[in-house]
Nanobody
């Protein structure tokens, strides 16, 4: 069993920054992800990290602004979000695989996402 607990959400003005954290416990999965979902929109995969070699993936919408990182000693992953804009307003979720699937068909972290946190709200005002 894996448990994921997000923290760090809040309200910020456009151009500001926030740092989200996800503490995980249980059997470690190799790939950890951040998703977000805004009201009336589909859930979007924002970033992913391979906790073994540090390889990362980003959605085009956040490239150059968001950075995902891991601290394996503390069992946490983080999402540093800079240059925030109102379109980044959403509930942000930490997720990881169930079953564990680090690679498939040459694709890193394709995602089975069987474990989810409860989410943390990010609100960006203009």
């Amino acid at each position: 069993q894996v448990q994921l607990v997000e923290s760090g959400g809040g309200s910020v003005q456009a151009g500001g920054s926030l740092r989200l954290s996800c503490a995980y416990s249980g059997r470690t999965r190799r790939c950890m992800d951040w998703f977000r979902q805004a009201p009336g929109k589909e859930r979007e995969r924002v970033a992913a990290i391979d906790t073994v070699d540090g390889g990362t993936l980003y959605a085009d919408s956040v490239k150059g602004r968001f950075t995902i990182s891991r601290d394996n000693a503390k069992n946490t992953i983080s999402l540093q979000m800079n240059s925030l804009n109102p379109e980044d307003t959403a509930m942000y979720y930490c997720a990881t695989d169930k079953p564990d699937l680090p690679w498939f068909g040459g694709v890193r972290c394709p995602g089975t996402w069987g474990y989810w946190g409860q989410g943390t709200q990010v609100s960006v005002s203009s």
